[in-house]
């Protein structure tokens, strides 16, 4: 019987859809599924869900709820984190603020000065996470789904022993939206991609083994609903020759084409994201209003008699089953420290690349160099996240400031003395926040 524990279970399409994913394999039937949040009501109604999957599939599985982290961890064989540390009421400040000096951040769970200021906030709680497993369950597989995810990573990765991969559904998602583009089945496309979270790229896209690369740009170039659905990303692609994971609005943040201006946004940032308007604090109206309304989603579906038992498309259960379970080998993209699998990108970096899960283990699988347009990209922003890791792991501000200079989209917009003057705000409203800096006013 293994036991898998779901750090964060309140999240609930997450891990509603993950355990009924590692259910749905005969090796996991019997699991022990262990459920931890520190928000009771929401461990409640995820019990109930969880609880009603294992009743539907007629698993003999088992189901704890708890508040208690190292009863969740003791003996797990696989752990899942999908954490969200601090609320809106305190990570509102990080795109507000940078909003006032001229930085219009739209989302900010990545890179940049909201996302840095987000990693300082939750790396000591994946930190506690991490230290909890080397003590309960050494042995176990760790996956993260918990973002800013390069810093994360990078954090537990270079400062704990624990065997943690980051998942996104930037790559699969990517790779499914352009099949679409060109006509092709998901099942005929192959690819390889190497990057940095958020910003990895495709470096090979072929459709029935042939380079499909000349029909994206085809697709993009002659029909204006496929251009005008990803703007920032169609326009990175036709002048960087490559298309890059995770959408517009993300993307968008990351360099310093796009949301320097006013202009600029309007053309390029409000209407053709894909997924969101694009616009300043998209993500916290998003989260205002889910404060509010969270139960509508949990109450509905727990009504509903009858439910979807079919396995989704997350990369989680097949990875467990691989390591775990019937040893049926899987490939997938996940992010790790950087050991030479992209040779110019900098070492111990946290780089998102193929890994091949098996009974040996998780595999990481060698890219070799980015063409220099992309690597010039993916190195700025993969050196101001791993400036923002050694800040929280020394305590040291400086280093934040310097994370912070070096970003992109902050550099072309403010000058060294206006960054300052953010940073120190941004502290100073992440003060309660922020043990690692108690030197800090």
């Not at 692609?237 to 943040?253: A, I, K, M, P, R």
């Not at 993500?283 to 727990?302: A, P, S, T």
């Amino acid at each position: 019987m293994k036991k898998f524990a779901f750090i964060g279970a309140g999240s609930f399409g997450f891990t509603r859809k993950l355990v009924r994913d590692i259910l749905s394999f005969p090796a996991f039937a019997d699991s022990t599924i262990a459920l931890m949040d520190v928000d009771p009501e929401r461990l409640s109604f995820i019990k109930q869900a969880v609880d009603k999957i294992v009743a539907a599939g007629n698993y003999p599985a088992k189901v704890i709820a708890t508040g208690d982290r190292v009863e969740a961890l003791q003996g797990a064989d696989g752990v899942v984190c999908t954490i969200l540390a601090n609320g809106v009421d305190v990570w509102q400040h990080d795109i507000e603020i940078p909003k006032k000096y001229g930085v219009d951040i739209n989302v900010g769970d990545t890179r940049g000065p909201a996302g840095i200021f987000r990693a300082l906030r939750t790396i000591p709680a994946m930190m506690d996470i991490c230290r909890d497993i080397e003590t309960y369950c050494p042995d176990a597989v760790f996956l993260n789904y918990t973002n800013p995810m390069t810093m994360l990573c990078n954090a537990m990765q270079n400062y704990t022993k624990v065997n943690v991969t980051g998942l996104c559904h930037s790559v699969q998602g990517t790779a499914e939206m352009l099949a679409k583009w060109i006509g092709a089945d998901n099942d005929e496309i192959s690819y390889l991609c190497g990057g940095i979270n958020h910003q990895a790229w495709f470096l090979e896209y072929k459709w029935n083994g042939k380079d499909a690369i000349p029909l994206i740009r085809q697709a993009i170039e002659t029909r204006p609903e496929i251009y005008n659905a990803e703007l920032v990303r169609n326009e990175m692609f036709l002048h960087l020759d490559y298309y890059v994971t995770e959408s517009s609005g993300h993307n968008s943040e990351y360099n310093a084409w796009f949301r320097k201006r006013p202009e600029l946004i309007e053309q390029y940032c409000t209407h053709g994201t894909n997924w969101n308007p694009g616009v300043h604090a998209y993500i916290l109206n998003v989260y205002r209003d889910r404060q509010h309304n969270w139960k509508d989603e949990i109450v509905k579906w727990l009504e509903e008699e009858t439910i979807d038992l079919n396995r989704g498309h997350e990369y989680a259960s097949d990875i467990f089953n691989a390591i775990l379970g019937d040893g049926t080998m899987f490939k997938f993209y996940g992010n790790v420290s950087n050991r030479g699998y992209i040779t110019n990108l900098p070492q111990d970096s946290c780089v998102e690349v193929p890994i091949l899960a098996s009974k040996y283990g998780l595999e990481p699988i060698h890219v070799g160099a980015l063409p220099g347009q992309l690597a010039a990209l993916n190195n700025v922003n993969a050196i101001s996240e791993t400036l923002a890791v050694e800040a929280s792991m020394t305590g040291d501000p400086r280093k934040v400031f310097h994370a912070i200079v070096n970003d992109p989209l902050t550099a072309a917009v403010l000058s060294l003395n206006e960054i300052k003057a953010m940073v120190d705000e941004m502290f100073a409203a992440n003060r309660d926040h922020l043990p690692q800096f108690k030197h800090v006013n």
